[in-house]
C-alpha cells in the first residue's frame, strides 16, 4: 500500500510538472520543500504556498522529467518524523544536466487523498560525468597492455608536480572536509590540489592532544567510497584515524601538497582564475585555479580574548589549539580557561598525567554523556539499512523539523542524563541544553561550540579532582596564578585558553582582503530559510566556496560540492 500511494503521488508530480498544471493539490497546506542544486542550482528551502509556485516557475529550465521510486533503495514506509507519521519514500528523476534523487514525505490530505509535506530534491549526476565507480571504473589498460613509457608511478608523479600546469580546483585544508572533496572531484574527472600547512595527511588528527579519540561513532564517520574496516574500534583514536587519511590519499590518488602555506589569493575577473600564492619549503609558487575551496573546518584563527592581568602571569600560556599533551605538566598546576570539549579532554589529559587542574567557567555549556545520549543521537541518523540512504534522508530535513526533533532527542537526553546533570551543578557547574532546549547538535550548527560529550571529565568535577571556578568568582591574572574575588591565589604554572576560534570571515579577511570577507559575509550559522551560510553553495565572490563539518556532513556534502564545481568548470569551457 505503501509503495502504491508513493508511486501515485510521484506520478502526478511528474504530469503536472510537464503539462504545466497547477501543483499546488499535491502538497500540505503546512509543507516544505528542500532543494539541493537540482532546480535552484544553490541550496534553498521554501516553505507553504511557495512550493508549488516555486517548482513551477523553474520547471522550463530544469526540465524535470519521469519521477519514480529509486530502484535499489529503502522501499517506501511508514516513519514518524518531527512527530508526525508520514509515508517515506526515496526517488530519482531526471534532469536537463543529469539525473535527480530526492525524497517524499506524505499526509493524507484533507480527502484522504495523500500529499506531500516535505519534498527533497537534489543533484545526482551530471550527464556526462558519471562517478567512475563500479561499473563506471577505469580499466587501466594504461598499465595492463602498454609496457613502455611511463607507469602509474610516474604519471602519479607528474600530477602532483603541476610543473607544467595548474589545478582546476585549490583546496586549502587536508582534514576530512577537504580529502573528501578531493576524491569527489577525482571521480568526475576534476584535476584539484589539497594543501595544508602539515606535512603529512592526517598531522592535523595526528599532531592533537595524546589522548584524543573521535566522540562519535565510527559507522557515522564513513569517508566517500572507502568505509572504514568493520574490525574497527567504535571510538577512534587520532593516530589510528591519521594513518588512514595517509592511505586516503594514496588509495583514492588526491594531489597533495603538505608543508604548504597559503598565503594569499586574488581573483582575476578578467580570466576567471585566482592568483593564488603557496609558499613551500623550496620557495613560493603561484597557482591559477579557477576555484578555492576553504576547506580549514568551522573554526578559523584561534580566539585569545582580553584576559585581565594575563600579561603578568609568569608561567606558560598556550591556546588549546597549540596543546599536544600533558606528559610535562606531571605534578604542576594548570589552569584551563573554557569548558567546551577540547576544554574538558585537555583537563582530563592533565590530570591523569599527574597535574592539579581548575577550569574557569565562563557560560553555560551542554554536557551530553557519549552514552547513552550521544550513542541515541548516532542511532537517530541510522534511520535506514543502509548508510546511503541515511544520509539521503538525513539531507531532506527541513530546517523547522530539524528543529523540532532536535527537541524532542535533547527532551531524551536530558532524561538520561539526569544524574549527571545534578551532580554537575552540585558542583557548580552551569549547564543548559540550548537557547531553545534543541541540545548539542544545533549548538554545532549554530555556533560551533559550547558543548562537551562526556568521557570522563564530567566525573573528575564532581568528585573535586577537577577544580570548577565560575567566571564570577576570578578577579584576573598575576604573576603567579588566577586571583579570585575573596582574595586568594590559584597558583598556576600553566594557563590554557579553550576560549575557541574568530569565526571563519575573519580567516577571509586575512586570506583574500576586506573587501572579500565583507561581500561573503558571514560563514557558518543558517540563514533566514534554515541553510547553513555560504558552506557547499556559491558565494558572492565568483570560484570563492567552503566546506566544513563533522565526518557525515563532509560525506554527503562533498557530493554536493564536487558536482556544482564540476557543472561551473563545464560552464566556463
Same mark, same amino acid.
Given at each position: ?375 541515541? *543521537? !548516532?542511532? &537517530?541518523?541510522? %534511520? #535506514?539499512?543502509? @548508510?546511503?540512504?541515511? =544520509? ?79 567566571? *564570577? !568568582?576570578? &578577579?584576573?591574572? %598575576? #604573576?603567579?596564578? @588566577?586571583?579570585?574575588? =575573596? ?87
Amino acid at each position: 500500500m505503501t509503495t502504491t500511494i508513493a508511486r501515485d503521488w510521484l506520478t502526478r508530480l511528474s504530469d503536472g510538472l510537464e503539462h504545466r498544471a497547477d501543483l499546488s493539490g499535491l502538497f500540505a497546506g503546512e509543507c516544505y520543500w528542500r532543494d539541493v542544486v537540482a532546480f535552484t542550482g544553490d541550496l534553498r528551502t521554501f516553505a507553504a504556498e511557495a512550493v508549488p509556485a516555486e517548482l513551477a516557475a523553474r520547471q522550463p529550465e530544469v526540465k524535470a522529467t519521469g519521477f519514480r521510486l529509486a530502484p535499489g533503495r529503502v522501499e517506501p514506509r511508514e516513519v514518524e518524523r518531527a512527530g508526525v507519521p508520514s509515508i517515506e519514500a526515496i526517488f530519482e528523476f531526471e534532469l536537463g544536466i543529469g539525473r535527480g534523487a530526492g525524497v517524499v514525505r506524505l499526509v493524507p490530505g484533507p480527502d484522504g487523498v495523500h500529499v506531500a509535506r516535505n519534498l527533497f530534491t537534489s543533484l545526482d549526476e551530471l550527464s556526462g560525468h558519471p562517478e567512475r565507480v563500479g561499473a563506471n571504473r577505469p580499466v587501466g589498460q594504461a598499465d595492463s597492455s602498454k609496457f613502455d613509457g611511463p607507469n602509474w608511478l610516474d604519471r602519479r608523479t607528474e600530477a602532483v608536480a603541476y610543473a607544467d600546469h595548474d589545478p582546476q580546483v585549490l583546496i586549502v585544508g587536508a582534514g576530512q572536509s577537504g580529502l573528501a572533496l578531493a576524491a569527489r572531484l577525482g571521480q568526475l574527472d576534476v584535476d584539484a590540489l589539497v594543501i595544508d600547512v602539515h606535512e603529512r595527511p592526517g598531522d592535523n588528527w595526528r599532531k592533537r592532544y595524546h589522548a584524543l579519540t573521535l566522540h562519535n561513532a565510527v559507522w557515522l564517520n564513513d569517508m566517500p567510497y572507502m568505509p572504514f574496516p568493520q574490525t574497527w574500534p567504535v571510538f577512534l583514536p587520532k593516530d589510528k584515524l591519521a594513518g588512514w587519511f595517509e592511505s586516503y590519499v594514496d588509495a583514492m590518488e588526491i594531489n597533495f601538497w603538505g608543508g604548504a602555506t597559503f598565503e594569499h589569493a586574488a581573483f582575476d575577473e578578467r580570466t576567471g582564475t585566482w592568483r593564488a600564492r603557496i609558499r613551500r619549503a623550496g620557495g613560493e609558487r603561484e597557482l591559477r585555479p579557477r576555484h578555492i575551496v576553504l576547506a580549514t573546518g568551522v573554526s578559523g584563527i584561534p580566539f585569545i580574548p582580553e584576559v585581565a592581568g594575563l600579561s603578568d602571569f609568569d608561567g606558560t600560556v598556550l591556546h588549546s589549539a597549540a596543546y599536544t599533551g600533558g606528559a610535562e605538566y606531571a605534578g604542576r598546576r594548570a589552569i584551563i580557561v573554557g569548558t567546551g570539549n577540547s576544554a574538558h579532554d585537555i583537563a582530563q589529559d592533565l590530570h591523569a598525567n599527574g597535574a592539579e587542574v581548575t577550569m574557569v567557567q565562563h557560560a553555560p555549556t551542554t554536557v551530553v554523556s557519549v552514552d547513552p545520549s550521544a550513542a541515541l *543521537a !548516532d542511532a &537517530a541518523y541510522l %534511520t #535506514a539499512p543502509a @548508510l546511503e540512504d541515511s =544520509d539521503i534522508i538525513g539531507l531532506s530535513v527541513p530546517y523547522p523539523d530539524l528543529v523540532t526533533d532536535s527537541k524532542a532527542l535533547a527532551a531524551r537526553m536530558k532524561e538520561l542524563d539526569a544524574d549527571l546533570v545534578a551532580g554537575l551543578e552540585r558542583a557548580g557547574y552551569r549547564t543548559d541544553y540550548g537557547e531553545d532546549e534543541t541540545g548539542y547538535q544545533m549548538k554545532f550548527m549554530r555556533r560551533g561550540g559550547g558543548y562537551y560529550l562526556d568521557v570522563g571529565c564530567a566525573g573528575l568535577i564532581i568528585s573535586g579532582e577537577v577544580r570548577l571556578l565560575p567566571i *564570577a !568568582d576570578t &578577579a584576573g591574572f %598575576t #604573576a603567579g596564578g @588566577l586571583r579570585l574575588t =575573596d582574595g586568594s591565589l590559584a597558583e598556576a604554572d600553566l594557563v590554557v585558553l579553550a576560549t575557541g576560534f574568530q569565526p571563519q570571515q575573519e580567516s577571509v579577511r586575512r586570506l583574500l582582503g576586506d573587501e572579500v570577507a565583507d561581500a561573503v559575509g558571514p560563514i557558518w550559522g543558517y540563514d533566514e530559510e534554515g541553510e547553513v551560510r555560504n558552506m557547499w553553495r556559491p558565494t558572492a565572490q565568483r570560484g570563492l566556496w567552503f566546506s566544513a563539518g563533522n565526518f557525515q556532513m563532509c560525506r554527503t556534502y562533498s557530493k554536493v560540492l564536487a558536482l556544482q564545481l564540476r557543472r561551473a568548470l563545464d560552464e566556463a569551457g
